[in-house]
């Protein structure tokens, strides 16, 4: 099993920046792709971003790219997502995920461990 924490949303202004990080326990992520998921109010959950296991492989939602990068620390247990240049359009709730599994994946049923969510807030 393997549990994951998030951390560092919160409210920001439009054009800002937030850097969330995700520690994980009870496995290494060594051996687990990782992801970050968000869903806003009234919205089906949604992919943002997935690295793989060596961190050498990303994948971005089209919304992201430029603005958001995805990186891990294995040797930490930690994922982390830095979020740039942040639009109220952003404002969700953002999941880490993580897959026993070696190469990125972008949809929701891929993932099998899942963190508690941590608020984003946009204002404009």
């Known amino acids: 099993q393997v549990q994951l924490v998030e951390s560092g949303g919160g409210l920001v202004q439009a054009g800002g920046s937030l850097r969330l990080s995700c520690a994980a326990s009870g496995r290494t992520l060594s051996a687990y792709a990782m992801g970050w998921f968000r869903q806003a109010p009234g919205k089906e959950r949604e992919f943002v971003a997935a690295?793989?296991?060596?961190?050498?492989?990303?994948s971005y939602h089209d919304s992201v790219k430029g603005r958001f990068t995805i990186s891990r620390i294995n040797a930490k247990n930690t994922v982390y997502l830095q979020m740039n240049s942040l639009k109220p359009e952003d404002t969700a709730v953002y999941y880490c995920?993580?897959?026993?599994?070696?190469?990125?994946?972008?949809?929701?049923?891929?993932?099998?461990?899942w963190g508690q969510g941590t608020q984003v807030t946009v204002s404009s």
């Open positions: 690295i793989s296991w060596s961190g050498i492989g990303t």
């Open positions: 995920v993580a897959r026993p599994a070696i190469g990125v994946a972008t949809h929701v049923y891929e993932y099998d461990y």
